[in-house]
Nanobody, 128 residues
Framework: QVQLVESGGGLVPAGGSLSLSCAAS????????MGWFRQAPGKGRTFVAA????????YNADSEKGRFTISRDNAKNTVYLQMNSLKPEDTAVYYC?????????????????????WGQGTQVTVSS
């Protein structure tokens, strides 16, 4: 059983930056592919970025390419999402998620139904 706790959300003006963290416990973190999703008010959950358990492969949603960067530190059991040039439409609750990948160290997971473990989310609000 893996527990995920996100942190780093807050209120930021448009054009600003935030760095989200997701700390994992309860499992062998380095065998889990990780992802970030978000859910804006009144909308469904959407994919933001994903990283393989080795960290060698990453993938971003088109709308975030060039602005958001996902990374991980397996020694700290933590995955990060660096968000730059934030826009009001980035306002959402951001969730991290974990998918056990065994020996598949370069695989990224981009669909939410393939993730088994989820954090409670952290609110990001971008003011215009």
């Amino acid at each position: 059983q893996v527990q995920l706790v996100e942190s780093g959300g807050g209120l930021v003006p448009a054009g600003g930056s935030l760095s989200l963290s997701c700390a994992a416990s309860g499992g062998t973190f380095r065998h889990y592919a990780m992802g970030w999703f978000r859910q804006a008010p009144g909308k469904g959950r959407t994919f933001v970025a994903a990283i393989s358990w080795s960290g060698s492969s990453t993938y971003n949603a088109d709308s975030e390419k060039g602005r958001f960067t996902i990374s991980r530190d397996n020694a700290k059991n933590t995955v990060y999402l660096q968000m730059n040039s934030l826009k009001p439409e980035d306002t959402a609750v951001y969730y991290c998620a974990a998918a056990k990948m065994g020996d598949l160290q370069t695989i990224v997971v981009i669909t939410d139904e393939d993730y088994k473990y989820w954090g409670q989310g952290t609110q990001v609000t971008v003011s215009s």
